[in-house]
């Protein structure tokens, strides 16, 4: 199967998708995904709970993603943020079965961060332990009752913003997950930064804002992650979110490996 990759083109306000060129396949994305240099992952994962990926996703793919949004099939809720306290925007749930190149991305990337996941653990002396492959850590969330899938897409328009955060959703959590950008800072929005808070024992709270451009992905800590202390590992924890935009229309693919009650 073949996704096929649009651009989008604005129309009073809306996205509507338009103009098909290059398909890219699964197997293109899994690839990919596969000559990221993981290793240079886990070093920036393990020195700041975060990394970023450059490109990810082509302009075309992240245009494509983005006008998904406005279809209405293919999602399993609608969330509202201010409804809930979450912030002021909204966001979309896929249901499964997922399109094809965010599961391609799903899959691809699981091996890759399940061995930095497990020694996370380790190191925090947390007894779980992550399989190789995510359709068995999957079905280890859906035997604990977590069956709906919690890949998403957000639009922010100006003046939205979402709160610091942590995206858990039963017993089962995978540590770490993904946020594409799908939009250009500086011409598509402005403001609108990916924030990281990292709150360390007995120390006041460090800000850290995730320089991300269209395409590029931010793989991070969801909850709390290992650090190195002179007496040993010790855990901190992290919180996420999106500043206020200024103006223009900013989308988000979030791509999170373990699934919901």
Same mark, same amino acid.
């Given at each position: 199967?073949?996704?096929?990759?649009?651009?989008?083109?604005?129309?009073?306000?809306?996205?509507?998708?338009?103009?098909?060129?290059?398909?890219?396949?699964?197997?293109?994305? #899994?690839?990919?995904?596969?000559?990221?240099?993981?290793?240079?992952?886990?070093?920036?994962?393990?020195?700041?709970?975060?990394?970023?990926?450059?490109?990810?996703?082509? /302009?075309?793919?992240?245009? *494509?993603?983005?006008?998904?949004?406005?279809?209405?099939?293919?999602?399993?809720?609608?969330?509202?943020?201010?409804?809930?306290?979450?912030?002021?925007?909204? +966001?979309?749930?896929?249901?499964?079965?997922?399109?094809?190149?965010?599961?391609?991305?799903?899959?691809?990337? +699981?091996?890759? $961060?399940?061995?930095?996941?497990?020694?996370?653990?380790?190191?925090?002396?947390?007894?779980?332990?992550?399989?190789? #492959?995510?359709?068995?850590?999957?079905?280890?969330?859906?035997?604990?009752?977590?069956?709906?899938?919690?890949?998403?897409?957000?639009? &922010?328009?100006?003046?939205? &913003?979402?709160? $610091? /955060?942590?995206?858990?959703?039963?017993?089962?959590? *995978?540590?770490?997950?993904?946020?594409?950008?799908?939009?250009?800072?500086?011409?598509?929005?402005?403001?609108?930064? *990916?924030?990281?808070?990292?709150?360390?024992?007995?120390?006041?709270?460090?800000?850290?804002?995730?320089?991300?451009?269209?395409?590029?992905?931010?793989?991070?800590?969801?909850?709390?992650?290992?650090?190195?202390?002179?007496?040993?590992?010790?855990?901190?924890?992290?919180? /996420?979110?999106?500043?206020?935009? +200024?103006?223009?229309?900013? /989308?988000?693919?979030?791509?999170?490996?373990?699934?919901?009650?």
């Amino acid at each position: 199967m073949t996704i096929a990759s649009a651009r989008r083109t604005t129309v009073d306000g809306g996205i509507t998708v338009a103009e098909t060129v290059a398909p890219v396949t699964p197997v293109a994305i #899994e690839a990919r995904v596969d000559s990221v240099d993981w290793k240079q992952v886990q070093a920036e994962l393990d020195a700041q709970g975060w990394a970023v990926v450059p490109k990810l996703l082509t /302009h075309a793919e992240a245009d *494509f993603v983005a006008g998904l949004y406005h279809q209405e099939e293919g999602f399993r809720s609608h969330v509202i943020m201010a409804r809930h306290g979450f912030g002021r925007s909204e +966001y979309k749930y896929f249901g499964y079965k997922l399109p094809p190149l965010i599961q391609a991305l799903r899959t691809a990337a +699981y091996p890759h $961060l399940a061995p930095i996941a497990n020694q996370w653990h380790e190191r925090m002396g947390k007894q779980m332990r992550f399989p190789d #492959e995510h359709a068995a850590f999957l079905d280890r969330c859906h035997q604990a009752g977590q069956t709906r899938p919690t890949p998403l897409l957000l639009e &922010y328009a100006a003046e939205d &913003y979402n709160c $610091l /955060h942590r995206d858990l959703y039963g017993e089962h959590v *995978f540590p770490m997950q993904i946020a594409i950008l799908l939009d250009q800072p500086g011409e598509d929005f402005m403001g609108g930064e *990916f924030v990281m808070t990292e709150q360390r024992p007995r120390m006041q709270t460090r800000a850290m804002v995730l320089p991300l451009r269209k395409g590029d992905a931010a793989i991070f800590a969801v909850n709390s992650r290992p650090m190195k202390g002179l007496r040993g590992d010790y855990q901190v924890k992290l919180n /996420h979110g999106v500043s206020k935009l +200024y103006s223009g229309k900013r /989308h988000t693919l979030g791509v999170i490996f373990h699934d919901a009650v």
